[in-house]
């Protein structure tokens, strides 16, 4: 039998991990404040790219991406890519160069065809049964779908599962509140070897209200942490006079490769 003395300790230990699991939690919601009822309604997004008010589309591949390509492919040829909230990134040409697949998602059809028409690609155009009202748009040269659609209605049932997956502007741009149900579809589009890159932004969220919006490693932690390994592969200053004339001092990017946990 356990002795008393074993037992308190045993008892203190669960507490001590549960306050800090606790406290960890009230650290990340108050970090978060600032922006945690921040919305942007799917007709916002639209706008910008009618206006053309899409600051945050690069016309280069993403130097994150190109650095730590080696470690995503782990070796890997022909995997297929997901691209959530797509924009028309340069990345998903790059890639479908290289010999994967890409499949992306984004609900303004206008970045979807100026991705195809800017590239100089045929494309076909039809409709997803699955989904009412979207559409795929499936490059005739290269191996890319994209799907104009509520990312929240796409799912593993569409196109299975990603052995890689990019994410350079979709965590940063959902609301803040979504972020939970984010990553639960996000995992559920990993396959067993699928290597997520995440690429995420630090600043001080009482300066600017976002999108981009405030990221800590603490809540990637706290969203795949539990099914899944990470590693920060990369952290560096990223302010620009833009930033700044967004009333930011300081903001740093940070690129993560989570992976699924073997069982």
Known sequence: MWDSEFLLRVLWLVVCQAAAGSWSQANITSMLAPQADRVMVLGEWEER???DRIGFHQPQVHKMLESNIDKVLAGRTGVRFFFPLCGKAVDMKWLADMGHS???VEI??????QFFE???MTYSEEPV???PGAKVYKSSERNISLYQCDLYNF???IEGEFGAIWDRGSLVAINPRDREKYAALIMSLMAK???YLLDTLLYNPELYTGPPFFVPDEQVHSLFGNSCDMELLQSVDALTDRHRAWGLDYLTENVHLITPKSV
Request: glycine share 4%.
């Open 155 to 157: 799912s593993s049932s």
């Open 49 to 51: 790219w009618q206006a």
């Open 193 to 195: 070897d699928c290597r």
């Open 102 to 104: 890409v499949v992306g």
């Open 129 to 131: 049964p699955a989904i």
């Open 118 to 120: 800017e590239n100089n």
């Open 108 to 113: 303004s059809e206008k970045a979807v065809k």
